[in-house]
């Protein structure tokens, strides 16, 4: 078991956090131990088994399950489209993004992009606090080193996706969404990732989706990610 002070979150939530990484296999006294003293207002659990002990504990400990986090693999083979597919995919244009692309990307956030994610949907916090949250975790990722890449169809930003190097064969894809002009476009079921991954000479790509994005988890599928394995997701939140 790991417990996390994630400092850097109170800046994006204003309330002192801390994230609980439970595997299967770990005493149930010593997750017990770790919980009663945490100190935390906002906390997060990530169980990657389902014992149903843990589970107990969790809840009685005030711990609401909020999602999964499936997390999939892809080794950049070259997959089967539709020929609509294949049309799309050939028309999107992809390139590593410089700083207006990036304050494009915020303006498209901040009306919403990430509606499906825990913090947006917790009574807690808002949207606007969960569109903050997210650009200042990408602004974290490029100063780290991470490759922010935008989408162009047609010469307009049409989504982004961004990737960090594990090593030289793996990579993270860490983040990806479509713009809001070209959400019901089928453009969203296109995805460039492995293509660009294939370019920079990696050999795998990993990345982790919510199970409350059902459409991005499909389109995952259909393009050739295979599961590898879950977390499941509880917070806390302790009432001031």
Known sequence: MKKINTYWEERNLGVSSEELIIDDMDELSLIDKEISESKAIYAVAKVSGLRNEIVSLLQEKGFVYIEDQIELEHDLHEINRSSVMQRMYDSLI??????????????????????????????????????????????????????????????????????????????????????????????????????????LGGKRIRTSVSSNNIRQFRNLIINGYLPVGVKHVFTRYIEK
């Open 94 to 199: 992809c390139r590593r993004m410089d700083d207006n692309d990036l304050n494009e990307l915020y303006e498209e956030i901040g009306r919403g992009m990430f509606y499906t994610d825990r913090i947006s949907m917790d009574k807690h916090f808002s949207k606007e606090i969960a569109a903050k949250r997210y650009i200042n975790w990408i602004k974290d990722l490029v100063s780290e080193g991470a490759i922010p890449v935008v989408e162009k169809y047609k010469g307009e930003s049409a989504g982004f996706f961004i990737i960090k190097s594990v090593d030289d064969k793996l990579y993270n894809s860490i983040l990806g969404g479509g713009y809001e002009k070209y959400n019901k476009t089928g453009l969203g079921t296109v995805l460039k990732e492995m293509e660009y991954v294939r370019g």
